[in-house]
């Protein structure tokens, strides 16, 4: 068990001044989210907050699809087969099972929302096929437009449906109270107002029965990302800060073709969906030799892990003088702007054009496999708390996730839990007064803490990288303070440092190399480590426990 330096306990934030009673409020407006509210409303009073717009989550910007067997040539089986497999030993099969058997009847359900997903020559669903997978079964729109099409359908159905959509509103932390059985349970959440620029306009309280967190990952944590700047840990932070523990936070995907723009690129990068590959493309060098060629049974279409670690590894090897990315051969793929026209329009933004050059891409982060524990239907160790999407860890993705799986699994659980609640709430209850002492850090630190992630705590990891990040975020920590100005970036820099310092916690403890958690002094999977490490928020410190 590992501690470290001081944790805010409680975001600082001014007294709350309104009040607002409902049945349901959720966090976060991705397809988990929506698809929750949308099953709950015909029943229940539901209430979104989101702190951006409707749209500005990781959805939209997801461009391979969602996972489903629909082809006759496929099977259950295989499909729970490949994400075991990719799942590297830490799936909980069950889960597994629950997903794949009913991700048809989520692509159903989202037709008949109103999704156009593309068509085959025949006029049936086009299906392709992505790393990992043994078989086509990615149901794609707008041929890379897929995610942009899942969350325009559940935007203007949640909205038809009646769902109170409040945006630019921050979720600060839970508020607790005791139900009639004296167990600590969920009370509501406190939420800031936000104007335009980010800043506190007002604070205030939403009591609900149950609290559904769809936050989604944290990919911000990372200086070189395909994850919009919105997707910064906020939900699994304020879930720890309850004191719920966190599974799995050392095993982030970095996806392994990210457009390389340069040295000095920040923020948000642009994806080059692993589709491109399922239609046949191939990774270089900057020598010309292929990167996947006898590395693994499938080459360019092996699981994320194996792929971004051989790419890693390629890269430090500077073939040619080039150490920083490799190349993406799309040139043979014919039509390729019209199969994958928000890719051309990235490359052609950057002077590259995929059907005469070869494509530059490095890894980054892209998908978080751990969260909040909690169960395919969203249920914690919280009574009247529920997490589901990227925030949530239900076992599905072990210790690396299978292609196209979390949209579908957004939409599997999000629905269960939504569909449950409307069936029966938990017992509402009153908050009690939190004790703990209000505190952020300034957002001048992000670019420090978002700096030691990438080059400390990358797809490859040192033991002394780790120890580094260590010292480096321990002493942001001690920057936390009770005057710092409350603002939209400040709520994130703190969240992020929480999440930060509890993914480098648990990357020093578990000594091996599994799924996308990848160790230079422990370079192979060990029978000892084939398990789960939680960690949670105690005292103001991250704990670990092995």
Same mark, same amino acid.
């Given at each position: 068990?590992?501690?470290?330096?001081?944790?805010?306990?409680?975001?600082?934030?001014?007294?709350?001044?309104?009040?607002?009673?409902?049945?349901?409020?959720?966090?976060?407006?991705?397809?988990?989210?929506?698809?929750?509210?949308?099953?709950?409303?015909?029943?229940?009073?539901?209430?979104?907050?989101?702190?951006?717009?409707?749209?500005?989550?990781?959805?939209?910007?997801?461009?391979?699809?969602?996972?489903?067997?629909?082809?006759?040539?496929?099977?259950?089986?295989?499909?729970?087969?490949?994400?075991?497999?990719?799942?590297?030993?830490?799936?909980?099969?069950?889960?597994?099972?629950?997903?794949?058997?009913?991700?048809?009847?989520?692509?159903?359900?989202?037709?008949?929302?109103?999704?156009?997903?593309? +068509?085959?020559? $025949? @006029?049936?669903? =086009? /299906?392709?096929? %992505?790393?990992?997978?043994?078989?086509?079964? *990615?149901?794609?729109?707008?041929?890379?437009?897929?995610?942009?099409?899942?969350?325009?359908?559940?935007?203007?159905?949640?909205?038809?449906?009646?769902?109170?959509?409040?945006?630019?509103?921050?979720?600060?932390?839970?508020?607790?109270?005791?139900?009639?059985?004296?167990?600590?349970?969920?009370?509501?959440?406190?939420?800031?107002?936000?104007?335009?620029?980010?800043?506190?306009?007002?604070?205030?309280?939403?009591?609900?029965?149950?609290?559904?967190?769809?936050?989604?990952?944290?990919?911000?944590?990372?200086?070189?990302?395909?994850?919009?700047?919105?997707?910064?840990?906020?939900?699994?932070?304020?879930?720890?800060?309850?004191?719920?523990?966190?599974?799995?936070?050392?095993?982030?995907?970095?996806?392994?073709?990210?457009?390389?723009?340069? +040295?000095?690129? $920040? @923020?948000?990068? =642009? /994806?080059?969906? %692993?589709?491109?590959?399922?239609?046949?493309? *191939?990774?270089?060098?900057?020598?010309?030799?292929?990167?996947?060629?006898?590395?693994?049974?499938?080459?360019?279409?092996?699981?994320?892990?194996?792929?971004?670690?051989?790419?890693?590894?390629?890269?430090?090897?500077?073939?040619?003088?080039?150490?920083?990315?490799?190349?993406?051969?799309?040139?043979?793929?014919?039509?390729?702007?019209?199969?994958?026209?928000?890719?051309?329009?990235?490359?052609?933004?950057?002077?590259?054009?995929?059907?005469?050059?070869?494509?530059?891409?490095?890894?980054?982060?892209?998908?978080?496999?751990?969260?909040?524990?909690?169960?395919?239907?969203?249920?914690?160790?919280?009574?009247?708390?529920?997490?589901?999407?990227?925030?949530?860890?239900?076992?599905?993705?072990?210790?690396?996730?299978?292609?196209?799986?979390?949209?579908?699994?957004?939409?599997?659980?999000?629905?269960?839990?939504?569909?449950?609640?409307?069936?029966?709430?938990?017992?509402?209850?009153?908050?009690?007064?939190?004790?703990?002492?209000?505190?952020?850090?300034?957002?001048?630190?992000?670019?420090?803490?978002?700096?030691?992630?990438?080059?400390?705590?990358?797809?490859?990891?040192?033991?002394?990288?780790?120890?580094?990040?260590?010292?480096?975020?321990?002493?942001?920590?001690?920057?936390?303070?009770?005057?710092?100005?409350?603002?939209?970036?400040?709520?994130?820099?703190?969240?992020?440092?929480?999440?930060?310092?509890?993914?480098?916690?648990?990357?020093?403890?578990?000594?091996?190399?599994?799924?996308?958690?990848?160790?230079?002094?422990?370079?192979?999977?060990?029978?000892?480590?084939?398990?789960?490490?939680?960690?949670?928020?105690?005292?103001?410190?991250?704990?670990?426990?092995?």
């Amino acid at each position: 068990m590992l501690a470290n330096s001081h944790i805010p306990r409680q975001l600082g934030a001014p007294e709350p001044t309104w009040f607002v009673e409902t049945d349901v409020v959720i966090l976060g407006s991705g397809a988990a989210g929506l698809s929750a509210a949308l099953a709950a409303r015909p029943v229940r009073e539901v209430v979104l907050i989101t702190k951006d717009t409707l749209d500005a989550g990781s959805t939209s910007w997801a461009q391979g699809g969602l996972a489903a067997v629909l082809d006759p040539n496929d099977s259950i089986e295989n499909h729970v087969s490949d994400t075991l497999e990719a799942g590297a030993g830490l799936c909980n099969e069950e889960a597994v099972r629950t997903l794949v058997e009913e991700a048809p009847t989520a692509i159903r359900y989202l037709m008949e929302l109103g999704a156009a997903f593309d +068509p085959g020559s $025949t @006029g049936e669903i =086009a /299906l392709t096929r %992505e790393g990992g997978h043994s078989h086509r079964r *990615i149901v794609h729109a707008g041929g890379d437009q897929s995610g942009a099409e899942v969350q325009r359908t559940l935007d203007e159905s949640v909205r038809h449906a009646g769902v109170q959509v409040v945006e630019r509103a921050f979720g600060l932390d839970l508020v607790l109270g005791t139900n009639s059985k004296g167990q600590r349970c969920v009370a509501g959440v406190k939420v800031a107002m936000l104007d335009r620029n980010g800043s506190v306009q007002s604070v205030g309280i939403v009591h609900a029965s149950a609290v559904i967190i769809a936050t989604g990952g944290y990919g911000q944590v990372y200086s070189a990302t395909s994850n919009p700047s919105a997707v910064t840990g906020d939900g699994i932070a304020l879930a720890l800060r309850a004191g719920l523990p966190a599974q799995d936070l050392e095993f982030i995907q970095f996806h392994p073709t990210v457009l390389w723009c340069g +040295p000095n690129a $920040t @923020g948000q990068q =642009a /994806l080059i969906s %692993e589709a491109v590959r399922g239609e046949g493309a *191939i990774l270089l060098d900057a020598a010309g030799q292929r990167v996947m060629a006898g590395v693994h049974p499938l080459e360019d279409l092996a699981p994320r892990d194996v792929v971004a670690s051989a790419i890693s590894e390629r890269m430090a090897q500077a073939p040619a003088g080039v150490d920083d990315h490799v190349y993406l051969d799309a040139r043979k793929i014919e039509n390729f702007d019209e199969r994958f026209p928000s890719i051309t329009a990235s490359c052609l933004d950057q002077g590259i054009d995929p059907a005469h050059d070869l494509i530059p891409v490095a890894p980054a982060a892209h998908y978080v496999c751990g969260g909040i524990q909690a169960s395919l239907n969203g249920e914690t160790s919280l009574p009247g708390l529920f997490v589901v999407g990227e925030a949530a860890c239900t076992g599905v993705h072990g210790a690396n996730r299978l292609a196209s799986n979390s949209l579908t699994e957004g939409v599997v659980a999000g629905t269960r839990v939504g569909r449950a609640l409307s069936w029966s709430l938990p017992e509402k209850v009153t908050a009690q007064e939190s004790d703990a002492a209000g505190e952020l850090i300034d957002s001048y630190h992000r670019g420090a803490l978002r700096s030691a992630m990438s080059k400390y705590v990358g797809v490859v990891r040192t033991p002394q990288g780790l120890d580094t990040a260590h010292r480096i975020l321990n002493t942001l920590a001690s920057n936390a303070a009770p005057d710092i100005v409350p603002t939209r970036k400040a709520f994130e820099a703190t969240n992020m440092l929480t999440i930060a310092i509890a993914v480098v916690q648990s990357a020093r403890v578990r000594e091996e190399s599994r799924g996308c958690h990848r160790r230079t002094d422990f370079p192979e999977p060990r029978d000892e480590w084939k398990r789960h490490l939680s960690c949670q928020l105690v005292d103001g410190h991250i704990e670990v426990i092995a």
